[in-house]
């Protein structure tokens, strides 16, 4: 069945249905909710909140027409995927569930006015504002490295043209020619996603430049399912794919855009093709709205995700800080229903459920080996603790790992359906 | 029976009913909101894009089904998270909700 606003406001029989018009008929006025960032998590609440609460008003205010998921962009650059499978619209939301969609970006927050102004000048009013506005890049962490760069070395940590220009760069690599990924520190957006794309690039390399390197220049000593991609690596890629951990490295110092040289505090690295994954932060907005705390990410109430910083104003995805929980699409849709459903019991007097709070990734090793992690938290404290966590284990059987890859492509639809209906 | 005590009894039947019928909405939200878990992964149109539907089960049998993943007899990394971290009351009333599904989805 469709979740849709119609379906979930008719579900009490005709009863409620005289209960909520007298409750209409009370409020003069629709409660207003303005969601900011149109990404997995902002669309997400925005859904739910509409599906869950018809009595609002809500608003959805995202620069760009359609969103395309940085998650299995993996398998674009591996020739496995194509970008537009990848891309979604607001459509459904707006016409199923009655979101007001704004296509402008959002300049300022007033949490004491609460109001929202947009950088075409509306002003737009709230009871409740959610901002989910994803991840920024530190520009200059690495010398060398600012946003005029990305257009040479592309960052592809947000998908869509950044994606696009490495697939183009890859396919005019010479055989032979060295592939350099420069990974963050954390945190970061997708721990897994930097060695997916060692991987399905080396997938990719193996087919039509079988002479081709790839190097990982690694901010880190570890990374997350280290031994499952370290497994992979030498039973696909033998000889292909090599990572140089922090304590070898000393850490990324500067790029030379021109000639694609990464320098590191002991030694410079030549690429042929490179990927800088800067250092990253929350998103530009969250910044000036006073949302961030030193460490440049987002303190939130952990069963509301009402920030801790300005009441009223709640902040899910990427840019929280969600203790335990990584930065992940799946963690984000998770985070934005628990927020949805808080915000209708603060705005309708409605019941808040108990939060539930989980992550999962998929994770193509090849293209018929996927692995997974399954991970549940709880708000403890103020802060979100793992609860149970389950990851899939080296040596697992070629058809057990075939069909997490074919669970994965089918909780690619189910996810997006769940998130832009 | 007069037409007093008519009235007296016709509203006192009809406040239980509206109490009854609260609870099954108040039950049915909790389910809605439970099953909102399951919509990460799950299509709940009906529709196995390559993850199993979960709508159209019997209710006894998904309330099984995710007792036998939280104790692990039945194995499978995601589903033993999730079900670890819903109480056996939380199963009940999603599976309650999840089997009511059925009578909407099927052709009428």
């Known amino acids: 069945m469709r979740w849709t606003r119609r379906r979930f406001g008719s579900f009490a029989g005709a009863s409620c ?8 008929a009370r409020s003069q006025t629709k409660a207003r909710v303005v969601v900011i960032g149109g990404g997995i998590g902002g669309a997400t609440v925005a859904k739910y909140l509409a599906a869950s609460a018809p009595k609002l008003d809500v608003t959805l205010v995202e620069p760009n027409p359609r969103y395309t998921t940085c998650f299995f962009s993996n398998l674009y650059l591996a020739g496995l995927r194509s970008l537009k499978s990848l891309t979604h619209d607001y459509e459904t939301l707006a016409r199923s569930y009655g979101i007001n969609i704004i296509h402008n970006a959002a300049a300022a927050i007033d949490p004491v006015a609460k109001i929202v102004t947009l950088t075409g000048g509306t002003k737009l009013a709230y009871d409740r504002a959610v901002v989910a506005p994803g991840i920024a890049f530190k520009y200059g962490a690495i010398e060398g490295y600012d946003e005029a760069a990305t257009q040479i070395i592309p960052h592809a940590w947000n998908a869509g043209p950044q994606t696009e220009l490495l697939r183009k760069q890859l396919e005019s690599m010479e055989d032979g020619g060295v592939f350099v990924i420069v990974a963050p520190p954390e945190p970061f957006r997708c721990p897994p996603g930097p060695y997916e794309r060692a991987s399905l690039v080396a997938y990719y390399f193996k087919q039509f430049k079988p002479r081709a390197k790839i190097l990982i220049l690694d901010a880190k000593d570890t990374f997350f399912e280290q031994d499952l991609f370290q497994d992979a690596w030498g039973r696909y890629y033998p000889g292909m794919i090599e990572w140089l951990p922090g304590q070898f490295t000393g850490g990324i110092k500067s790029v030379d855009v021109k000639t694609r040289a990464v320098k590191t505090a002991g030694e410079t690295f030549n690429a042929n093709v490179a990927n800088i994954i800067p250092p990253q932060m929350a998103g530009e907005l969250v910044q000036r709205a006073g949302l961030a705390d030193q460490s440049g990410w987002c303190p939130i109430d952990p069963i509301t995700f009402e920030s801790t910083l300005q009441p009223g104003v709640h902040v899910v995805g990427d840019a929280i800080s969600a203790g335990d929980m990584p930065k992940s699409a799946f963690a984000s849709n998770s985070q934005a229903k628990v927020c949805a459903f808080a915000i209708e019991a603060a705005l309708t007097g409605s019941e808040q459920p108990a939060p539930h709070l ?4 998929f994770t193509f090793l090849a293209p018929n080996d996927a692995v997974s992690d399954a991970m549940s938290f709880k708000p403890m404290g103020g802060s979100i603790k793992i609860n149970d966590i389950f990851i899939s284990q080296v040596g697992e059987s070629a058809e057990m790992r075939r069909q997490v890859a074919h669970q994965a492509d089918g909780w690619y639809a189910a996810f997006i359906h769940d998130v832009f209906g | 029976m007069t037409a007093s005590r008519f009235i007296v009894l016709s509203v006192a039947l009809s406040l239980v009913a509206l109490s009854a019928d609260r609870g099954i909405t108040a039950n049915n939200e909790r389910g809605a909101k439970l099953a909102a878990i399951c919509a990460s992964c ?7 894009r390559g993850i199993p539907s979960i709508v159209g089960m019997d209710r006894e049998k998904l309330a099984d089904t995710m007792a036998a993943f939280k104790s692990g007899v039945r194995s499978g990394q995601i589903m033993h998270a999730v079900a670890l971290s819903l109480s056996n009351e939380e199963i ?5 909700y999840l089997a009511a599904q059925l009578a909407e989805t099927k052709p009428r």
């Open chain 2, 42 to 48: 799950h299509c709940l149109d009906g529709r196995d």
């Open chain 1, 358 to 361: 989980f992550n999962t990734c």
């Open chain 2, 92 to 96: 009940a009333t999603l599976a309650e």
């Open chain 1, 17 to 24: 249905l005289a209960v909520l018009q007298a409750r209409a």
